[in-house]
């Protein structure tokens, strides 16, 4: 399954499979080149955490990151993804917890909520907390 920032979704059976992968990222960059595909989200819904609908991973090399911490860009769709395939199930608003870079020490969880009508996604929202890693001023 594929978004349309270019991302790919690639699911799991379990978290110890998805925490042992050690992705080549210069073959994944050249993949990237190949097939217009800007970032690898894989993921299992075993979670380190009970409340957690996913454990997520997410690989994007070809942009200079070959593994991010929190993908709040790919965790929207993600959470659109588990309820088309009914991993998450409801009708109006539906919360989930999304879990990710807990084996980089640096992980977090995105709340994703998604406004469904009749089975029809019609709004998605992300929110989270974060930690600022950077800070400067650009002068023109």
């Known amino acids: ?19 042992s992968m050690r992705p080549n990222f210069e073959d994944l ?3 990237s080149h190949r097939t217009k595909i800007s970032g690898y989200c894989t ?33 929207g769709p993600l959470a659109c ?16 917890t999304l879990e990710q870079g807990y084996e980089m020490a640096r992980g977090g969880r995105v709340w994703v909520e998604m406004d469904v009508t009749n089975q029809t996604l019609n ?10 890693v950077l800070t400067g001023e650009i002068y023109v």
Request: charged share 15%.
């Open 43 to 75: 993921f299992t819904t075993e979670t380190s955490q009970p409340t957690s609908a996913a454990h997520v991973r997410f690989f994007a090399p070809q942009l200079g990151i070959n593994e991010d911490p929190v993908t709040g860009t790919a965790l």
């Open 123 to 132: 709004e998605v929202k992300i929110s989270g907390y974060a930690i600022t």
């Open 1 to 19: 399954w594929s978004s349309e920032l270019g991302y790919v979704f690639i699911p799991f059976i379990g978290r110890d499979s998805l925490l």
């Open 81 to 96: 993804y588990l309820y088309l395939n009914k991993q998450l199930q409801g009708e109006g608003k539906i919360c989930a």
């Open 29 to 31: 960059r050249h993949l």
